[in-house]
Every structure is written in structure tokens, then in C-alpha cells.
């Protein structure tokens, strides 16, 4: 079960670095444009220099692997290693064999669009495998796990950084300004790609009926429920609240159940990202990854 679960995240950083080294190749380095963190101070130099990015993101991140094998654990640092050495493979690859969208110089904002698409899907392909593409990347899960900063924090800043250092470099700000929606576009589409798998919703019922509630939950739905005790401000009465998560498939039952025995009941629902345990990580017939 470990070796299956280890292959399939290889696979997926595997994938994701193809599609990461696609989009920085194609739509940044083809049009002009950088990106964050060492990847962006290597495209930087490719567009001053002509120097590869693949060869630099390689260079960047040797010292960086020292740090990590000593910082992150074994299994941590192995996923990191395997993103770091593929995507520096795929950058070469298109390097040598790249795509022509032929793209005229007044749709950078298309291309910045399109560049930050890729990037953030192929991340958040490697992220959610539970590796990274090297970098800043080590630098911010070192410094978490040190000093205990926000990661989110300290890659935000360094992008900043690689940003000011774009402008002044190349002395086109309006390349800086499309290189910074790239970015941004590709952080958010990162968030989406590591929360779509885990989608659900929790639903807050308050009824009197509540033990009934609860019990068909239990027994047409098959999931757990949990009373938490709630004391109304303004009835000053005590009652107990029923909390349960269902994947998005089941929200539909789960109201059309709750209107059956309460239609008065009190029913919030909550967006939730993620979870583990019985019924969903821990049975394979009631996975949340379900889709429809």
C-alpha cells in the first residue's frame, strides 16, 4: 500500500512538472515574461544573458538541497528532490523543443494568463504530491519549521523581491506588471488545484428533532453526526446542535432528509477543504475525490 501510494505521487509530481516547465517555457520565457521566486531570478538572467533556465534552476537549487536534507524529513526532501530534478529535465526539454502559439506582443495579458494557468496547475499537481519544485519553496518550510514564519509569508516576500529586481533589471514595467499577474493567477489557481479533491460541505442543523435527525443521517446517508451542545441567546434554552460533513454528491439527500422530519429546522452549510478519517480517507467506497 505504501510503495502504490509513493509511485502514484511520483507520478503526479512527474506531471505536474510538465506541465509547470510548459507554461514557464512557452508562455513566460517566450513572451518576455519572469516569474516568482528562483525560477523568475533564472529567466531573469535567460533574458539578459541567454542563459538556460533548466541549467540555472539546477544551480539555484544544489546548495538548497543541503539545506533541506538537514531541515526537512526524509520523505519531504525526497518528493522535493524528485520536483526539483524534473522540472529542471522538462525545462530543457521544451528549451530544445519548444511550442509556437505565435501569440502577437499585444496579448501579454493572454499570456498572462495562459503562463499563469499552467504554473499554477502543475504546482499545485506537486504540492498536493506532497513535493515542491525546490527554491524559495525549501527556504519557506525551513523557516516555518525554525523560526515558525508563514510560509505563505516568506514566498510572498521573495516574490515581491524577485519583482523589483524584474523592473530594474529589464527597465519594462510593463513586463513587471504582466509577470505580477501571472503570479498572482498562478497562486490562486494553486489554492484551487490543492482544495478540489477535498471539497465538501458541514452542515449545522438545529431542530428538535434532532435525535431523529441525527439517526437517519446515520442510516440513509451512512455518515456521523455529532451533538454539540448550543445555547440560544434568545430563547436562553439549551439545545444540542447536529454537526456531519457529506461530499458535495449528497448535499441534495441530506436537505431533502432534513426537510422530511423538520421543515423548520435550522440548517447552515460550510465549505470544507479537506478531510481525513473514517468514512472518507479511511474507506475507499467514500472517498470525497468522488466528482459529479
Not at 516569474?35 to 531570478?41: H, P
Request: with cysteine; glycine share 10%; charged share 15%.
Amino acid at each position: 500500500m505504501n510503495i502504490k501510494l509513493k509511485a502514484s505521487n511520483i507520478i503526479l509530481i512527474l506531471i505536474g512538472s510538465i506541465i509547470f516547465s510548459f507554461g514557464i517555457i512557452n508562455f513566460n520565457m517566450a513572451y518576455h515574461l519572469t516569474e516568482g521566486g528562483f525560477t523568475g531570478i533564472a529567466l531573469i538572467l535567460y533574458h539578459l544573458f541567454g542563459i538556460s533556465p533548466a541549467l540555472m534552476n539546477l544551480i539555484f537549487n544544489i546548495p538548497l538541497f543541503i539545506i533541506g536534507y538537514k531541515f526537512l524529513g526524509r520523505t519531504s526532501f525526497l518528493y522535493t528532490l524528485i520536483g526539483s530534478l524534473s522540472s529542471s529535465f522538462f525545462l530543457y526539454i521544451f528549451e530544445k523543443f519548444p511550442f509556437n502559439f505565435s501569440l502577437a506582443e499585444q496579448d501579454l495579458f493572454l499570456v498572462a494568463l495562459l503562463g499563469g494557468v499552467m504554473i499554477g496547475i502543475g504546482l499545485g499537481i506537486i504540492l498536493r504530491a506532497g513535493g515542491t519544485t525546490g527554491g524559495v519553496d525549501i527556504i519557506a518550510r525551513v523557516t516555518k519549521k525554525e523560526f515558525n514564519w508563514p510560509m505563505g509569508q516568506v514566498i510572498f516576500i521573495f516574490d515581491c523581491i524577485v519583482l523589483v529586481i524584474t523592473y530594474f533589471a529589464l527597465g519594462d514595467i510593463r513586463i513587471t506588471l504582466y509577470t505580477l499577474i501571472c503570479v498572482f493567477v498562478g497562486g490562486k489557481i494553486i489554492d484551487i488545484v490543492q482544495d478540489a479533491g477535498y471539497t465538501a460541505r458541514g452542515a449545522l442543523i438545529i431542530s428538535d428533532e434532532y435525535n431523529q435527525i441525527g439517526d437517519a443521517i446515520n442510516t440513509v446517508l451512512e455518515r456521523g453526526v455529532t451533538q454539540i451542545s448550543a445555547h440560544g441567546q434568545y430563547s436562553k434554552t439549551e439545545r444540542p446542535m447536529l454537526y456531519c460533513v457529506v461530499p458535495k454528491n449528497e448535499i441534495s439527500r441530506l436537505r431533502q432528509l432534513i426537510h422530511a422530519i423538520d421543515p423548520h429546522a435550522f440548517v447552515s452549510m460550510l465549505e470544507v477543504h479537506e478531510v481525513h478519517g473514517e468514512g472518507f480517507t479511511l474507506d475507499e467506497n467514500k472517498q470525497l475525490i468522488q466528482q459529479h
